[in-house]
């Protein structure tokens, strides 16, 4: 049966709802605006300005808080951004926030034996807790593998300063993109700030001759960064950095496959008597021709970054000694995590159990972590409910094919390079 409600209570709740709202209107509101400060009633908050630490420290503070729970290693790029090697300072809130990951009862560690000891891959990520980049440096270079054979030479060869032969320094090549020459005293304060780990990036394209043999000056002064670094008792990942002619075709491959094995021969050599905390890294951000960055990749590309990945792999482990079970770096292409690029990446095999770690590359959320991200929008402050989401995903996607593969992981490459926040409105 329907209910009908009475005419008369209809009406009386509706003059009720009336004069309380009028009672409303003329005083409680009423009070209040008279109660309030009118410069602070219509204030809006002060805009931020300077550089944004702050919220970079935010950033690299949940950056480390998922590397720590998927257990993975985070480098962070640094072209004197993070720490200035000149000065020898940093920004320290950015710092202290990537430490704040990192308890000491938990990542204290410290080689006590003497030589080489067997150490598998995932001891090996845990123990160097996280690490930092020497960019912009040893792996400086003026190379286009597009102009081998037309004589056509670097400007670094060109203008660079030159020795009493009139060669090319190293000096030259190390400082060519605004990098100080690197000291024991730099790679000590990076260590003492609490990293515990260096990736040394490193192009030898313009220092290789027509018989691929490694200038003996470039390989003493790559030998003297990685001596700074394990002197420190840090672990040194060291790789072929900006090395273009390492490009993920048929035709590359197989003109440059030679170049390649014999390079990693030589540093192998170089390297032989080394602990475990030396490790070879193979490549990086390798691509195709194209470079098609945003482009679907195709099979062929894939199959090819496999070759380099294989190569590098049996070319150390031919070499005997401590590189039989030393622990090794290969990537996808790009340096790219997606599920696509690591879609083959466990068919690259190892005569050695255990031993082989994947590298991939985060700059997650890019309009937040580049300063000029022409592509997407721009950002000099970190946005919790937008960011952590984006970066949250990436790691997702990570742990998805690292189960599959079954490797340790490190970011080789990940930062938010400070900018000024009236810079970026």
């Known amino acids: 049966m329907k209910n ?16 309380f709202t009028c009672c409303f209107i003329f ?34 503070k949940f950056f480390h808080s998922l590397c720590r729970k998927a257990g993975y290693t985070g480098f962070w790029w640094d072209c004197n951004d993070l720490i200035d090697r000149k000065n020898l300072t940093c920004r320290q809130q950015i710092v202290d926030a990537i430490m704040a990951s990192y308890p000491s009862d938990e990542f204290n560690y410290s080689k006590t034996s003497v030589g080489f000891v ?13 690490g930092w980049n020497l960019g912009n440096t040893l792996d400086a270079t003026s190379y286009d593998y597009r102009k081998e054979g037309t004589g056509e030479i670097g400007w670094i060869i060109q203008w660079g300063e030159k020795d009493s032969n009139g060669k090319t320094t190293t000096k030259a090549f190390e400082t060519a993109w605004g990098m100080p020459v690197t000291t024991r005293e730099m790679i000590h304060y990076v260590k003492e700030c609490g990293f515990n780990a260096v990736r040394v990036p ?20 790559v030998h003297q960064v990685v001596d700074y670094v394990i002197d420190e008792g840090m672990y040194c990942i060291l790789n072929t950095h900006h090395d273009g002619w390492v490009c993920a075709t048929e035709r590359m491959y197989n003109k440059y496959s030679k170049r390649f094995e014999s390079l990693w021969i030589q540093i192998a050599k170089e390297f032989e008597d ?4 030396l490790i070879f890294a193979s490549m990086n951000e390798v691509d195709d021709e194209h470079e098609g960055w945003l482009a679907v990749t195709p099979e062929s590309t894939l199959e090819y970054i496999n070759k380099w990945n294989q190569l590098f792999v049996d070319t150390i482990r031919a070499q005997g000694g401590n590189h039989a079970k030393r622990n090794l770096v290969i990537s996808p292409k790009g340096c790219s995590g997606s599920d696509r690029d690591m879609s083959i990446l466990d068919k690259v ?30 950002s000099a402050k970190w946005l919790p409910w937008q960011h952590e989401g984006e970066l949250r995903n990436d790691f ?26 009236e810079d970026y409105k």
């Open 349 to 378: 095999t190892d005569s050695a159990e255990n031993h082989l770690i994947i590298e991939v590359h985060n700059y997650t959320p890019q309009g937040f972590c580049f300063n000029d991200a022409t592509w997407t929008t721009m």
């Open 27 to 60: 005083t409680g509101c009423k009070t209040a605006q008279g109660t309030s400060d009118p410069a602070e009633t219509n204030s809006k908050p002060a805009e931020k300005t300077g550089w944004n630490d702050a919220d970079v420290a935010e950033y690299a």
């Open 274 to 277: 080394y602990d475990e905390r």
């Open 118 to 130: 067997e150490e598998d891959a995932a001891t090996a990520v845990h123990n160097m807790k996280t």
């Open 202 to 221: 490193c192009t030898w394209a313009e220092h290789i001759d027509e018989n691929d043999q490694v200038d003996p000056e470039w390989m003493a002064r």
């Open 4 to 19: 009908k409600t009475p005419f008369n209570f209809v009406l009386s709740i509706f003059f009720g709802a009336l004069v």
């Open 396 to 421: 997702n996607m990570y742990e998805r094919w690292q189960k599959r593969i079954n490797r340790p992981v490190i970011i080789g490459e990940y930062a938010a390079f400070p900018k000024k926040y």
